[in-house]
């Protein structure tokens, strides 16, 4: 297995189940330069991460990516506990994760400069970190007494942390919140997540 990466990026999560699983793999570190060069693009049009290369099959996007781990590795855990229901609180907050919390991010990575004026574009950051805001105390309340998001590890559980991340960055007000800071704590000091950071040049 070969990983595409960007320092950062959501693909920053699948870089830390792979750690987590413990197989063998490779890692591209890519910029925003071979993102775009005509041998990526060739394989992947979207010229983004992350990106799974696997006995020549390429897959992409990060939900995706994560489940294929997940299935293709059950001894890890990290798809659940077998049952239906273990793996639906699993893809809810994966869910979570990829379609509400991380496209609110969007107007920090300079989706909305086509508004042109600099007090609108701060505007609309604003605006995203007081949603961001409210979907993240969702998250603390769903891990009070919980070490992970549904009780155990799984693959939902360093998406999370890559967002929290970009809210740290994009300076949201996660002031209280003491269950998704001591969650964010506990992952900082985990030896699979510290090892992806390294790799990335993140710590």
């Given at each position: 297995?070969?990983?595409?990466?960007?320092?950062?990026?959501?693909?920053?999560?699948?870089?830390?189940?792979?750690?987590?699983?413990?197989?063998?793999?490779?890692?591209?570190?890519?910029?925003?330069?071979?993102?775009?060069?005509?041998?990526?693009?060739?394989?992947?049009?979207?010229?983004?991460?992350?990106?799974?290369?696997?006995?020549?099959?390429?897959?992409?996007?990060?939900?995706?990516?994560?489940?294929?781990?997940?299935?293709?590795?059950?001894?890890?855990?990290?798809?659940?506990?077998?049952?239906?229901?273990?793996?639906?609180?699993?893809?809810?907050?994966?869910?979570?994760?990829?379609?509400?919390?991380?496209?609110?991010?969007?107007?920090?990575?300079?989706?909305?400069?086509?508004?042109?004026?600099?007090?609108?574009?701060?505007?609309?950051?604003?605006?995203?970190?007081?949603?961001?805001?409210?979907?993240?105390?969702?998250?603390?309340?769903?891990?009070?007494?919980?070490d992970w998001l549904t009780g155990s590890?799984?693959?939902?559980?360093?998406?999370?942390?890559?967002?929290?991340?970009?809210?740290?960055?994009?300076?949201?007000?996660?002031?209280?919140?003491?269950?998704?800071?001591?969650?964010?704590?506990?992952?900082?000091?985990?030896?699979?997540?510290?090892?992806?950071?390294?790799?990335?040049?993140?710590?």
């Open positions: 297995m070969k990983l595409y990466t960007k320092p950062g990026a959501c693909s920053l999560s699948d870089h830390i189940v792979l750690n987590w699983i413990g197989a063998p793999f490779d890692v591209e570190v890519m910029d925003a330069t071979t993102l775009k060069s005509p041998g990526y693009l060739a394989r992947n049009p979207n010229g983004n991460v992350p990106a799974l290369e696997v006995d020549g099959w390429l897959l992409t996007q990060n939900a995706a990516i994560l489940n294929y781990l997940a299935d293709s590795f059950p001894a890890s855990g990290l798809g659940g506990d077998g049952t239906p229901k273990g793996r639906a609180e699993i893809n809810r907050w994966l869910a979570f994760v990829n379609a509400d919390v991380h496209p609110t991010f969007h107007p920090m990575f300079g989706s909305t400069s086509y508004l042109g004026g600099e007090a609108m574009i701060e505007e609309s950051k604003n605006n995203a970190r007081r949603k961001l805001r409210g979907l993240f105390e969702r998250v603390d309340a769903q891990l009070k007494g919980k590890r799984s693959i939902a559980d360093p998406y999370l942390f890559v967002t929290l991340r970009w809210a740290k960055e994009s300076k949201v007000d996660l002031s209280g919140l003491d269950n998704l800071e001591r969650f964010f704590q506990h992952m900082c000091a985990d030896a699979g997540v510290q090892k992806a950071l390294k790799a990335e040049r993140l710590a």
